[in-house]
Each structure stands twice: as structure tokens, then as C-alpha cells.
């Protein structure tokens, strides 16, 4: 099991038949009507339409920081690179994300097994013609948390990447990443589209929920989790 940033060890899950694990009452799935009504009625939703048509199913346990930063590197129209998934196709994906970050940084063999830290992930996307913010949570507080959120998923050309733990908004399992794509301000919800999505659906989850996931401490890099937000431009 992945130990570390993306899936801390926790209690195995018991596999559903048929499908992913039951939704906590204390959060709405998008495909309900009540979390669709929720995406269209918000302002800040136009992260959710760029994000969606790239949405990622990370490739294994501990790769939900790679398939987050793939969603959000080809959803922000960039220059792509050469693929070796798609030859004749540039794009960004996870078997070739770590292809030009330095191995110190990051690398495949060590982020299969451990995942990535939120200062980690944020160096390593430095790799990218991206700018990138990360923050602590622990250096946010909730009104500022709520105001980056809000802020940034106004924007379809800069993402937020949230690292939480799943235990404090009510779900199964240990350290994970995944993207914000809207902020509902009526309900006070962001809209997590997970990543791991063989477990749980997107989802909209109560600001103040994430931001108590966000505060939980990453026992590898010792630090509060956060968000790390990645916009157009030079790293």
C-alpha cells in the first residue's frame, strides 16, 4: 500500500461489487441533481469546464498527484510534449509525466510507492511552463482557504490542486490529491473531482470540511497539506 503523501496506511477498504464506495451523507455527488443544480447555478465554475474534458483516473494508488497535475497541465492549453501513449498526438499523461523533472525532485520508482508531498508536487511542476503557488493550510486561515477556492475556480486558465486527507470530509482512506473545479457559495461546497475515481465519484464538500482535511499533517514532509495552485506561464 502507498504510505506516504497521496495514501496514508489506513484500514483496507471493502470492495463494493457493484462500484465505488458509498458517498458520506455530509457530501453530494455531481451526478446527483442537487450537485448539478450546484455546479450551474455557482459563479465560480469555470475551472469545472476546461478540467472536466481531461478528467484522469490515477494509475495506480499512489499516483493521484500525477493524474491531478496531468488534468490540469493539458487543461490549461499549453504546449504539449510528445506522447508515448498518443505518437502522433502531443499530451501530457501520467506514464510520461516525470520525463523532464529532475529525479532528485521526483521520480516514477518513488511515487508509486509513496506519492508526493504538496512542496514536492510544487517543485516538480516547476519542470512545466506553468506558474505555480503552493500553500499550507496551516498558513491559510478558513476565510482565506474559502477565498483562494472561490478565486482561482472563477479562472479556466489557473487550478486549484487540493492535498487532504479523505478521513476529515467523512470518506475511506489516508492522504490524497485531486482538483477543485467550483466553489457554490449559497451551500459554502467546492466540487472535488477525484481522481481515484474507481472509489469515489466527484463530489461537492463543505469548505470548512476541506479545509480541516487540508490542515491534517503529511507525516513525510511533517507540514500541514494545502493547495497548490497552477496558472499559464513561465514556472
Known amino acids: 500500500m502507498p504510505s506516504a503523501s497521496s495514501a496514508q496506511t489506513q484500514p483496507a477498504a471493502v ?24 455546479l450551474l447555478g455557482s459563479v465560480s465554475n469555470q475551472s469545472y469546464w ?12 499512489a499516483y493521484c498527484s500525477v493524474a491531478t497535475s496531468v488534468m490540469a497541465l493539458n487543461a490549461l492549453g ?3 510534449p510528445a506522447s508515448t501513449l498518443y505518437p502522433d498526438f502531443p499530451y501530457f499523461s501520467q506514464e510520461d509525466f516525470f520525463r523532464g523533472i529532475d529525479p532528485q525532485i521526483a521520480n516514477a520508482a518513488q511515487v508509486s510507492k509513496e506519492g508526493m508531498t504538496l512542496d514536492q508536487l510544487a517543485a516538480a511542476l516547476h519542470a512545466f511552463p506553468v506558474t505555480v503557488q503552493p500553500y499550507h493550510a496551516a498558513d491559510l486561515t478558513l476565510g482565506q482557504f474559502r477565498d483562494l477556492i472561490r478565486e482561482t475556480t472563477r479562472h479556466g486558465d489557473r487550478f486549484a490542486l487540493l492535498n487532504f486527507r479523505r478521513v476529515e470530509i467523512g470518506e475511506t482512506g489516508g492522504g490524497h490529491w485531486s482538483p477543485l473545479a467550483a466553489y457554490d457559495a449559497a451551500s459554502d461546497s467546492a466540487l472535488l473531482l477525484d481522481v481515484a475515481r474507481y472509489k469515489y465519484p466527484a463530489v461537492w464538500v463543505p469548505v470548512a470540511q476541506l479545509y480541516a482535511a487540508a490542515l491534517a499533517v503529511d507525516n513525510v514532509s511533517d507540514r500541514s497539506r494545502g493547495i497548490v495552485i497552477v496558472g499559464k506561464g513561465a514556472g
Do not use: M
Open 15 to 38: 470492495p463494493r461489487a457493484d462500484g465505488p464506495l458509498p458517498v458520506p451523507p455530509n457530501l453530494i455527488a455531481l451526478t446527483q441533481p442537487a450537485g448539478q443544480k450546484r
Open 50 to 61: 476546461p478540467l472536466s474534458q481531461y478528467f484522469e483516473t490515477q494509475r495506480n494508488q
Open 78 to 80: 499549453i504546449r504539449r
